[in-house]
């Protein structure tokens, strides 16, 4: 008996040094120490025995038992920490680490600055409407009064698209300005009316103040005995509601062929703080913002309004343009449209 328990012990202890994983230890556990196992089959025949025998051998069967027992779990302790050593291996977690944040998006530059806008006006009485950005030629030149040999048409260096030209309202344009809106919204609206339009345009342009596709917003008011006074009144609300009281503004005379009289209106640089000192934004010191003037009667009567009847006036002011020159310090507008996310956080 006691050769049989020697012998179980010897096979039991290098059968449990030689398993692998948990799995084959489970089995080796079952061999020995299971209901039909080697050890259990021996206690089961110790009844056979007499008094004192069956007591010496019971008591080396349990120590067997117990030291089986012992080396079954310092092989699973010692396969568990293999199996852990293997992972962290493979894949090391430093559990101290501070976590890494998810990215947060923001609203473009010029988003935000066209919802400021919108605000702005819809809290004068300007409500919102929008005009195609591509556009036929008619409401984009032809109705505002600039017909199609007429020069001034250059100065819009616009984008033709040679596909789809109609017999009625000529070429089509990826719309050149917002003034396209403007013939469009008469024939649409009842007058007297208030409104702005934001879109985008294209021109043929680039460099430290020009993109080939920028916004503009464009103010169209038509009512009785609509004068300059309105218009600057309109203009200089929304400019100092933008920029503060302090910001200085300026109107040039210019010539637009749908406005007469027509203006620019500028504002003193924000990116040389108005010296122009060898500044690339700027024209000596100041930015043009808008182009604007009272409406032409041609475009009112291109829309079906008496021009005897009603007056008007309108502007077009560059979205970029009022974005770069609150605070920003953005030196060239291009940046605006690079997408580079180290630019874009800032704001
Ligand atoms: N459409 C003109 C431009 O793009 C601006 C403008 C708008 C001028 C309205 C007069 C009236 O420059």
């Given at each position: 008996?006691?050769?049989?328990?020697?012998?179980?012990?010897?096979?039991?202890?290098?059968?449990?040094?030689?398993?692998?994983?948990?799995?084959?230890?489970?089995?080796?556990?079952?061999?020995?120490?299971?209901?039909k196992?080697?050890?259990?089959?021996?206690?089961?025949?110790?009844?056979?025995?007499?008094?004192?025998?069956?007591k010496?051998v019971?008591?080396?069967?349990?120590?067997?038992?117990?030291?089986?027992?012992?080396?079954?779990?310092?092989?699973?302790?010692?396969?568990?920490?293999?199996?852990?050593?293997?992972?962290?291996?493979?894949?090391?977690?430093?559990?101290?680490?501070?976590?890494?944040?998810?990215?947060?998006?923001?609203?473009?530059?010029?988003?935000?600055?066209?919802?400021?806008?919108?605000?702005?006006?819809?809290?004068?009485?300007?409500?919102?409407?929008?005009?195609?950005?591509?556009?036929?030629?008619?409401?984009?030149?032809?109705?505002?009064n600039?017909?199609?040999?007429?020069?001034?048409?250059?100065?819009?260096?616009?984008?033709?698209?040679?596909?789809?030209?109609?017999?009625k309202?000529?070429?089509?344009?990826?719309?050149?300005?917002?003034?396209?809106?403007?013939?469009?919204?008469?024939?649409?609206?009842?007058?007297?009316?208030?409104?702005?339009?934001?879109?985008?345009?294209?021109?043929?342009?680039?460099?430290?103040?020009?993109?080939?596709?920028?916004?503009?917003?464009?103010?169209?008011?038509?009512?009785?005995?609509?004068?300059?006074?309105?218009?600057?009144?309109?203009?200089?609300?929304?400019?100092?509601?933008?920029?503060?009281?302090?910001?200085?503004?300026?109107?040039?005379?210019?010539?637009?062929?749908?406005?007469?009289?027509?203006?620019?209106?500028?504002?003193?640089?924000?990116?040389?703080?108005?010296?122009?000192?060898?500044?690339?934004?700027?024209?000596?010191?100041?930015?043009?913002?808008?182009?604007?003037?009272?409406?032409?009667?041609?475009?009112l009567?291109?829309?079906?309004?008496?021009?005897?009847?009603?007056?008007?006036?309108?502007?077009?002011?560059?979205?970029?343009?009022?974005?770069?020159?609150?605070?920003?310090?953005?030196?060239?507008?291009?940046?605006?449209?690079?997408?580079?996310?180290?630019?874009?956080k800032?704001?």
């Amino acid at each position: 008996m006691k050769k049989d328990l020697e012998k179980i012990k010897k096979s039991a202890l290098s059968a449990i040094d030689m398993v692998a994983t948990p799995n084959a230890l489970q089995d080796v556990r079952v061999q020995f120490l299971g209901r039909k196992g080697e050890l259990t089959r021996l206690l089961k025949g110790l009844k056979d025995l007499d008094g004192e025998k069956r007591k010496a051998v019971g008591q080396a069967a349990n120590f067997v038992k117990e030291e089986i027992e012992a080396a079954l779990s310092a092989r699973e302790s010692a396969l568990e920490k293999a199996r852990f050593d293997a992972i962290a291996k493979e894949e090391w977690i430093d559990v101290t680490a501070p976590g890494s944040s998810c990215e947060t998006g923001s609203v473009h530059l010029v988003t935000q600055t066209i919802n400021k806008i919108v605000d702005i006006f819809a809290s004068i009485g300007f409500s919102r409407v929008a005009a195609p950005e591509v556009e036929w030629d008619y409401y984009a030149f032809e109705a505002l009064n600039m017909p199609k040999e007429h020069p001034a048409r250059d100065d819009w260096e616009t984008f033709f698209i040679d596909e789809g030209v109609s017999k009625k309202y000529g070429k089509q344009v990826l719309t050149p300005h917002t003034s396209n809106a403007q013939v469009r919204i008469l024939e649409e609206h009842d007058v007297p009316l208030k409104v702005v339009n934001i879109g985008r345009v294209y021109r043929r342009q680039a460099d430290a103040s020009h993109v080939p596709m920028f916004h503009q917003v464009e103010g169209f008011c038509v009512g009785d005995n609509i004068t300059i006074a309105d218009l600057k009144g309109t203009v200089e609300y929304f400019l100092h509601s933008f920029f503060g009281q302090d910001r200085k503004i300026r109107y040039r005379p210019y010539d637009f062929r749908f406005t007469e009289p027509s203006f620019e209106i500028d504002i003193d640089c924000d990116v040389c703080s108005g010296t122009g000192d060898n500044c690339r934004v700027c024209k000596a010191g100041w930015v043009e913002l808008a182009g604007a003037g009272l409406t032409h009667p041609h475009v009112l009567k291109a829309g079906g309004v008496d021009p005897d009847k009603y007056s008007a006036f309108a502007f077009g002011f560059g979205v970029e343009r009022i974005a770069m020159m609150k605070g920003v310090s953005i030196p060239d507008m291009r940046m605006l449209y690079q997408n580079d996310l180290r630019f874009l956080k800032q704001f």
